[in-house]
């Protein structure tokens, strides 16, 4: 997701704020069962707000979690409002997101109060002989940079980089 989201800022012309997630790690996802739940409803974040009042428009990145948005994700958009901002949701993911999985994370963002007007989605894996596999970051970045020409429509009433 970071590989991505600085190759659409280079051909944008956006900045570009990196959201850590102080206290999940990705690479473990190893847990009992009942801490699933905990995993995605709680984390701490560095930075915890931005001053986002000289944007009107942002992409948000996120790799998908469990389903929905990265907990870090989440928690940024509980902690920021983003009343009166567009926002294009980006995110790299495992598999392809239903349209339900979709509408849920479309509401966090209209929860803080911005308006969802594009929603991307790159794969992380892909199918080969029966078992999925990582795709490298080089085939990540390359289908994320073909929704530039459609994100800069979007945002092009907005937009100035």
């Known amino acids: 997701t970071k590989a991505a989201c600085i190759a659409l800022q280079k051909q944008i012309g ?21 801490e699933k739940l905990n995993l995605v409803m709680d984390t701490e974040i560095d930075p915890k707000t931005v001053d986002i009042s000289k944007y009107s428009s942002f992409i948000l990145g996120s790799p998908i979690w469990m ?4 907990p ?13 901002k567009k926002v294009a949701i980006f995110t790299t993911t495992n ?20 308006e969802v ?15 999925k596999v990582e795709r490298s970051i080089e085939q990540i970045v390359e289908d994320s940079l073909k929704f ?14």
Not at 22 to 28: E, F, S, Y
Not at 102 to 114: E, F, I, R
Not at 117 to 131: R, S
Not at 148 to 161: A, C, D, G, N, T
Request: net charge positive; no cysteine; glycine share 8%.
């Open 67 to 70: 389903g929905t948005l990265s």
């Open 95 to 114: 598999a392809h997101e239903n349209e339900k999985m979709q509408v849920k994370n479309k509401n966090l963002v209209k929860q803080s109060g911005g």
């Open 14 to 34: 956006a900045d570009v704020v990196e959201i850590k997630d102080l206290k999940n790690n990705p690479g473990k996802l190893t847990m009992k069962t009942d």
């Open 72 to 84: 870090a994700i989440r928690k940024f958009l509980s902690l920021n409002k983003f009343a009166g």
């Open 148 to 161: 530039v020409p459609e994100i800069q429509k979007l945002f092009s009433s907005s937009y100035s980089p």
């Open 117 to 131: 007007i594009g929603y991307y989605q790159v794969l992380a894996m892909e199918e080969k002989d029966g078992t």
